[in-house]
């Protein structure tokens, strides 16, 4: 995993997992490091970092908490972007507010937010579900070629 190729136990090529989808690879955490942060912001990561970005067209880095573990500020700045995952009703506005202040503050470039956990019978939903009821409604009868 990431932490055993950060110490140098391992390289990248054992590090990387087939994911079973192709041209898709995985890079497990590793065992947990006792210095988690400073193995993040490393000039060992940095390599790592760009080694993938030599490999990859795509990197998609899962990071923590951002309230409970400094990860993800660690991380953020050298990254393209950053998208901030919000588990509806894990937290309340103050706490996903500070989460964001704390990735401006560190100068991520914020791409947007993922709201998971969102039911259809909340109501934050039914907005999408009436755009795709009518959506799918006017195309069945417009007919196949309209």
């Given at each position: 995993?990431l ?53 990859s ?16 500020c ?21 706490m ?51």
């Open positions: 995993g932490s055993n190729l950060l110490l140098g136990a391992i390289n990248l090529d054992e590090a990387l997992c087939d994911a079973g989808v192709p041209g898709l690879k995985v890079l497990p955490s590793g065992p947990f490091p006792p210095n988690p942060s400073e193995l993040l912001g490393s000039a060992a990561m940095e390599t790592v970092l760009g080694s993938l970005r030599d490999l067209d795509i990197i998609i880095l899962d990071a923590p908490p951002i309230i409970a573990v400094t990860d993800a660690i991380l953020a700045p050298k990254l393209d972007g950053s998208i901030l995952v919000v588990r509806l009703g894990a937290g309340n506005r103050d996903t507010l500070r989460a964001k202040s704390s990735l401006e503050n560190v100068g991520a470039r914020i791409l947007g937010v993922v709201v998971n956990d969102v039911r259809p019978e909340s109501g934050y939903g039914s907005y999408y579900y009436y755009y795709y009821y009518y959506y799918d409604k006017v195309k069945s009868s417009q007919g196949p070629n309209e």
